[in-house]
């Protein structure tokens, strides 16, 4: 079974900008890839921030962006706030199924 | 408003049998994938599978083929997952989440607490 994963922890001072990652070896990670980002905070379901590499959903901040950086999927937060600390998992879509990343814990200080 | 209502917490016995489920509403149910998540205590999230209410197609991940049964009922408009024979193993949070169109993730349910415990 593919493993996808990310950077198992960065921190970062409120208002700064951070890149998070998701790849996978051997392979480079591409739109068909459908790449979602989803943001869990401690004690809390899951919440989807991005789908479709780049697309935001109605109540995803602006500050939260997708993209594809060097064959990996990519989610920068620009102006980091204190409530953006959690864990962050990438989602791709290997053909009719699915694989998590393996999650960043985000800290903000 | 969208939402996925997830059951209650349970707590049961290793060999036992349980099923858990997750009720759809605000949505026409039958047109939306519903996938189920498993996060074990203290890790990461992991693909358990997929079905389409609309016409139960089911796809399992390869570490759960067997492991467990994915169903639905687009009448009383809920998903479930089942075990035959519950372990330790198995214990756990478990999510719902809505497809569209089999590629986008939208909303989650709160999460169903399994513990499986002599």
């Known amino acids: 079974q593919t493993v996808v994963t990310q950077e198992p922890s960065l921190t970062v001072s409120p208002g700064e900008t951070v890149t998070l990652t998701c790849g996978f070896s051997?392979?480079?990670?591409?739109?068909?890839?459908?790449p979602h980002w989803l943001q869990q905070k401690a004690g809390q379901a899951p919440r989807a921030l991005i789908y479709?590499?780049?697309a935001r959903h109605s109540w995803t901040p602006a500050r939260f962006s997708g993209s594809l950086l060097g064959g990996k999927a990519a989610l920068t937060l620009s102006g980091v706030q204190p409530e953006d600390e959690g864990d962050y998992y990438c989602l791709l879509k290997f053909g009719s199924g699915w694989a998590f990343g393996t999650g960043t814990k985000l800290t903000v200080l | 408003e969208v939402q996925l209502v997830q059951s209650g917490a349970e707590v049961k016995k290793p060999g036992e049998s349980l099923k858990i489920s997750c009720k759809g509403s605000?949505?026409?149910?039958?047109?939306?994938?519903i996938g189920w998540v498993r996060q074990m205590p203290g890790k990461g999230l992991e693909w358990m599978g997929i079905?389409?209410?609309?016409?139960?197609?089911?796809r399992y991940s390869p570490s759960f083929q067997g492991q467990v049964t994915i169903s639905a009922d687009k009448y009383t408009m809920s998903a479930n997952l089942q075990w035959s024979s519950l372990r330790a193993s198995d214990s756990g949070m478990y999510y719902c989440?809505?497809?569209?169109?089999?590629?986008?993730?939208?909303?989650w349910g709160q999460g169903t607490l399994v513990t499986v415990s002599s």
């Open positions: 989440a809505r497809v569209l169109g089999g590629n986008q993730i939208d909303f």
């Open positions: 605000g949505y026409t149910f039958a047109d939306y994938w």
């Open positions: 051997p392979g480079a990670v591409t739109s068909g890839y459908y």
């Open positions: 079905i389409y209410p609309g016409d139960s197609d089911t």
């Open positions: 479709s590499t780049i």
